[in-house]
């Protein structure tokens, strides 16, 4: 195996971890909420409660990874997320399971912001955009199998068997980075650690408004996955009688289509130019999400119109989420953890506002998550207009057959 699949795949399945976490658990909602005796917005808690952790602590992470390397901190994070796993599993109330929720994100989050890094440690431009495309790859069969995984564990096991599955899948995780990923940080390239040099990289990062850009247009785009995480399982098994079974291969179709354009963003940044790539995917996911809203505001609410219309949303975002997270990191290799952190700490914030906000106003129909998915499809359009299109001109330049592939790092 070429070290180039070998970093895909060790990346790909730490990433994975803590959307794992997410995934596999999405099918058990309505039986923990009967469980545990907890209102529906309870039980949405403990899904935006890891959201939130996990996007907040990122911020912690990114910066310690630039100063004692990329491995120490992953330990640190697998040894947190697992004991909130086990946690999770003994939960005898809501409550507990919400605080063990948070302490679980608090650990996977070293799992969202260093696997970034280490792609910019090793890569830039096209390449990075390859990798990265293989890392979500591997990443993506989390959507695809954990709610099949879950939902075959649920029925005999009970929702509790969930997170010893998760718990096990971060051991695994802990043994392939210890054995098959070398450190991609040496103590040469490490930066210093003291506060005021860790604000000063943020504060370089605030000023940025295309790096600001980029994370916000990948950050919507999340979000409204996430929207569709939140609510999907009362929509899918409550509104439309779908069983366990039927809503895990509901879900996981979505993931089909995500993986295929991810994969084709690598050779579409070569010959277009990866800004563009964004431009035109942001422009065909938001189209997709309008055309469902006004379908479903019109009546037309069945599985025939909302499956089809969300597949083709989602597909786009594969082209979006791999490029604007390698374009945001493009010209910030010495402090990437700094910068991986803070992109992902503000898609993570903005995801869970976004859960918050749309689980008051949900009413078990299709139409709240359907109005949010459009909402931040089109938000992030106007941002992508906004960053994006003063940047045309060195776009078209990167992809000028006279230039070579590193022009596309300017």
């Known amino acids: 195996m ?19 976490a997410i995934d596999m658990y999405l099918p058990a909602l309505p039986d923990i909420e009967t469980d545990l005796r907890a209102s529906t917005s309870a039980t949405q808690l403990t899904l935006t409660s890891y959201f939130i952790a996990f996007g907040l602590c990122q911020i912690a992470y990114g910066p310690l990874s630039d100063v004692y390397g990329r491995k120490a901190p992953l330990y640190a994070g697998l040894a947190l997320f697992v004991a909130g796993s086990v946690g999770c599993a003994l939960a005898p109330s809501v409550a507990w399971l919400i605080a063990c929720r948070v302490a679980q994100g608090a650990g996977a989050a070293a799992m969202g912001v260093i696997p970034r890094a280490i792609v910019r440690d090793l890569h830039t431009g096209i390449e990075a955009t390859r990798l990265m495309a293989l890392v979500m790859l591997v990443f993506s069969v989390s959507p695809i199998l954990a709610p099949l995984g879950g939902s075959a564990l649920i029925v005999p096991f009970g929702w509790r068997a969930v997170f010893v599955a998760v718990t096990i ?47 916000f247009i990948g950050g919507l785009g999340m979000s409204s996955f996430f929207a569709f995480l939140s609510m999907s399982s009362f929509v899918y098994i409550r509104t ?35 800004e563009r790539v964004v431009i035109g995917a942001v422009l065909a996911y938001a189209s997709f999400a309008v055309l469902l809203l006004v379908m479903t505001w019109a009546g037309f609410t069945g599985l025939w119109v909302l499956m089809p219309l969300l597949f083709a949303s ?19 290799g010495p402090i990437a953890g700094s910068a991986s952190a803070l992109g992902g700490t503000l898609q993570m914030l903005t995801g869970g506002a976004v859960i918050a906000v749309a689980g008051l106003f949900f009413d078990g129909t299709s139409l709240p998550m ?39 790092a300017a």
């Open 2 to 20: 070429s070290p180039f699949a070998r970093n895909a795949i060790v990346l790909g399945l730490l990433c994975a971890v803590g959307p794992f």
């Open 169 to 215: 899948a971060a051991l695994i995780a802990t043994v392939l980075l210890a054995t098959m990923l070398p450190e991609t940080r040496p103590a040469h390239e490490r930066i210093r650690g003291d506060v005021r040099s860790v604000l000063g990289h943020f504060g370089t990062l605030f000023r940025d408004r295309h790096f600001l850009g980029l994370t």
């Open 240 to 274: 439309y009688g779908m069983t366990l079974a039927e809503y895990s291969v509901a879900f996981s179709i979505n993931a089909v289509g995500f993986i295929g354009m991810s994969q084709l963003a690598g050779r579409l940044g070569a010959r277009f130019g990866m």
């Open 314 to 332: 989602f597909a786009f975002l594969g082209l979006v989420i791999p490029s604007t997270m390698v374009l945001s990191l493009e010209n910030h």
């Open 370 to 408: 359907v109005v949010t998915i459009a909402l931040t499809a089109v938000a992030a359009l106007v941002i992508t207009m906004a960053t994006l299109r003063p940047r045309r001109l060195s776009a078209q330049r990167a992809c000028s057959p006279a230039l070579p592939v590193d022009a596309f």
